[in-house]
Protein backbone atom coordinates (compact mmCIF):
# COMPACT_ATOMS: atom_id res chain seq x y z
CA UNK A 1 0.00 0.00 0.00
CA UNK A 2 3.11 2.38 0.68
CA UNK A 3 3.10 2.46 -3.04
CA UNK A 4 -0.17 3.90 -3.31
CA UNK A 5 0.25 6.22 -0.94
CA UNK A 6 3.44 7.88 -2.64
CA UNK A 7 1.11 7.66 -6.10
CA UNK A 8 -1.81 9.69 -4.63
CA UNK A 9 0.34 11.74 -2.30
CA UNK A 10 2.04 13.00 -5.49
CA UNK A 11 -1.34 13.63 -7.09
CA UNK A 12 -2.17 15.73 -4.39
CA UNK A 13 1.47 17.84 -4.91
CA UNK A 14 0.82 18.25 -8.66
CA UNK A 15 -2.85 19.12 -8.30
CA UNK A 16 -1.78 21.38 -5.46
CA UNK A 17 0.79 23.43 -7.39
CA UNK A 18 -1.38 23.20 -10.22
CA UNK A 19 -4.60 25.02 -8.33
CA UNK A 20 -2.01 27.65 -7.70
CA UNK A 21 -0.88 27.89 -10.82
CA UNK A 22 -4.42 28.14 -12.73
CA UNK A 23 -5.09 30.82 -10.37
CA UNK A 24 -2.01 32.33 -11.17
CA UNK A 25 -3.19 32.32 -15.48
CA UNK A 26 -6.64 33.25 -14.34
CA UNK A 27 -5.77 36.52 -12.56
CA UNK A 28 -2.95 37.55 -15.31
CA UNK A 29 -3.87 36.39 -18.70
CA UNK A 30 -4.09 39.43 -21.19
CA UNK A 31 -4.57 39.82 -25.07
CA UNK A 32 -7.03 38.62 -27.18
CA UNK A 33 -7.67 35.56 -25.80
CA UNK A 34 -8.83 37.16 -22.50
CA UNK A 35 -12.08 35.74 -22.27
CA UNK A 36 -11.95 32.75 -23.51
CA UNK A 37 -8.56 31.87 -21.15
CA UNK A 38 -10.15 33.71 -17.90
CA UNK A 39 -13.28 31.58 -18.21
CA UNK A 40 -11.27 28.06 -19.05
CA UNK A 41 -8.58 28.72 -16.08
CA UNK A 42 -11.45 28.97 -13.77
CA UNK A 43 -13.20 25.90 -14.98
CA UNK A 44 -9.88 23.79 -14.63
CA UNK A 45 -8.67 25.25 -11.15
CA UNK A 46 -12.35 24.16 -9.68
CA UNK A 47 -11.17 21.09 -10.94
CA UNK A 48 -8.46 20.77 -9.86
CA UNK A 49 -9.84 21.98 -6.27
CA UNK A 50 -12.35 18.48 -6.38
CA UNK A 51 -9.10 16.47 -7.22
CA UNK A 52 -7.22 17.48 -4.57
CA UNK A 53 -10.22 17.09 -1.98
CA UNK A 54 -11.10 13.48 -4.04
CA UNK A 55 -7.87 12.08 -3.94
CA UNK A 56 -6.77 13.58 -0.20
CA UNK A 57 -9.71 11.77 1.09
CA UNK A 58 -9.16 8.40 -0.91
CA UNK A 59 -5.53 8.31 0.49
CA UNK A 60 -7.15 8.95 4.03
CA UNK A 61 -9.85 5.72 3.55
CA UNK A 62 -6.46 3.52 2.39
CA UNK A 63 -4.74 4.56 5.73
CA UNK A 64 -2.83 7.23 4.39
CA UNK A 65 -1.52 10.70 5.19
CA UNK A 66 -2.46 13.23 2.75
CA UNK A 67 0.16 16.17 2.09
CA UNK A 68 -0.90 19.55 3.45
CA UNK A 69 1.65 21.85 2.90
CA UNK A 70 3.26 24.15 0.52
CA UNK A 71 6.41 23.28 1.06
CA UNK A 72 5.72 20.06 0.72
CA UNK A 73 3.43 20.19 -2.82
CA UNK A 74 6.73 21.98 -4.50
CA UNK A 75 8.81 19.16 -2.90
CA UNK A 76 6.80 16.40 -4.38
CA UNK A 77 5.16 17.87 -7.57
CA UNK A 78 6.15 17.03 -10.65
CA UNK A 79 4.97 19.86 -12.35
CA UNK A 80 5.74 23.49 -11.68
CA UNK A 81 4.99 26.79 -10.25
CA UNK A 82 4.39 29.73 -12.96
CA UNK A 83 7.12 31.94 -13.58
CA UNK A 84 5.10 35.05 -13.85
CA UNK A 85 6.40 35.85 -17.37
CA UNK A 86 4.29 33.90 -19.67
CA UNK A 87 1.88 34.81 -22.29
CA UNK A 88 -1.33 33.61 -23.13
CA UNK A 89 0.11 31.18 -25.42
CA UNK A 90 2.94 29.81 -22.91
CA UNK A 91 0.24 29.65 -20.27
CA UNK A 92 -1.62 27.62 -22.69
CA UNK A 93 1.58 25.37 -23.82
CA UNK A 94 2.72 24.96 -20.11
CA UNK A 95 -0.73 23.80 -19.09
CA UNK A 96 -0.49 21.28 -21.24
CA UNK A 97 2.42 20.14 -20.39
CA UNK A 98 1.58 19.56 -17.18
CA UNK A 99 -1.10 18.18 -17.96
CA UNK A 100 0.72 15.00 -20.36
CA UNK A 101 3.02 14.85 -17.35
CA UNK A 102 0.16 14.04 -14.59
CA UNK A 103 -1.12 11.30 -17.42
CA UNK A 104 2.39 10.06 -17.57
CA UNK A 105 2.10 9.60 -13.52
CA UNK A 106 -1.21 8.17 -13.83
CA UNK A 107 -0.37 5.10 -16.08
CA UNK A 108 1.79 4.18 -13.81
CA UNK A 109 -0.39 4.93 -10.66
CA UNK A 110 -3.49 2.79 -11.68
CA UNK A 111 -2.01 -0.34 -12.58
CA UNK A 112 0.05 -0.37 -9.51
CA UNK A 113 -3.32 0.28 -7.56
CA UNK A 114 -5.13 -2.65 -9.73
CA UNK A 115 -1.88 -4.82 -8.16
CA UNK A 116 -2.46 -3.80 -4.98
CA UNK A 117 -6.07 -5.19 -5.31
CA UNK A 118 -7.73 -1.61 -5.08
CA UNK A 119 -9.87 -0.80 -7.92
CA UNK A 120 -11.33 2.17 -6.47
CA UNK A 121 -8.55 4.11 -6.22
CA UNK A 122 -7.37 2.67 -9.58
CA UNK A 123 -11.10 3.92 -10.93
CA UNK A 124 -10.96 7.11 -9.41
CA UNK A 125 -7.41 7.71 -10.99
CA UNK A 126 -8.79 6.71 -14.49
CA UNK A 127 -11.44 9.28 -14.52
CA UNK A 128 -9.07 11.72 -13.60
CA UNK A 129 -7.15 10.33 -16.48
CA UNK A 130 -9.99 10.76 -18.71
CA UNK A 131 -10.78 13.96 -18.23
CA UNK A 132 -7.13 14.81 -18.56
CA UNK A 133 -6.41 13.77 -22.02
CA UNK A 134 -9.55 15.47 -23.30
CA UNK A 135 -8.35 18.83 -21.82
CA UNK A 136 -4.70 17.83 -24.00
CA UNK A 137 -6.57 17.97 -27.08
CA UNK A 138 -8.73 20.94 -26.60
CA UNK A 139 -5.83 23.01 -25.12
CA UNK A 140 -3.49 21.58 -28.08
CA UNK A 141 -6.17 22.58 -30.37
CA UNK A 142 -5.86 26.18 -29.04
CA UNK A 143 -2.66 27.10 -29.90
CA UNK A 144 -2.38 25.26 -33.43
Avoid at 97 to 107: A, I, R, S, Y
Wanted: proline share 1%.
Amino acid sequence: MEKIHEALNRQIANWSVLYVKLHHYHWYVTGQQFFTLHAKFQELYEEAALHIDEIAERLLAVQGKPVARMADYLKLSSVKEASGSENAVQMVEAITGDFTTVVGELKKAIPAAQEAGDETTADMLLAIHTSLEKHIWMLRAFVR
